[in-house]
């Protein structure tokens, strides 16, 4: 969907054009400019460094899985 009509004022997908014949260009009536949002990536925290146990603790799950299916197939 857009929010910008077409430039020459008509719509410039007819139905069969295309790859979807059943999809029309449309626009977005509810849409103002006094509605902006936010940009995704600025309300994104990352701690540095992370959690760094977390790669501990698939060595230890998988290691456990390979104990158990050793187990299970003797």
Avoid at 37 to 61: A, C, F, H, R
Wanted: net charge negative; glycine share 10%; proline share 9%.
């Amino acid at each position: 969907m857009t929010t910008q009509p077409p430039s020459d004022g008509t719509d410039s997908n007819k139905p069969g054009d295309g790859i979807n014949p059943a999809m029309r260009r449309d626009v977005d009536a509810e849409f103002t400019d006094d509605q902006h949002g936010s940009e995704p990536m600025e309300t994104v925290s990352v701690k540095q460094g992370g959690p760094e146990v977390w790669p501990i603790i698939w060595l230890g799950v998988v290691l456990i899985l390979i104990i158990m299916t050793i187990w299970l197939l003797i």
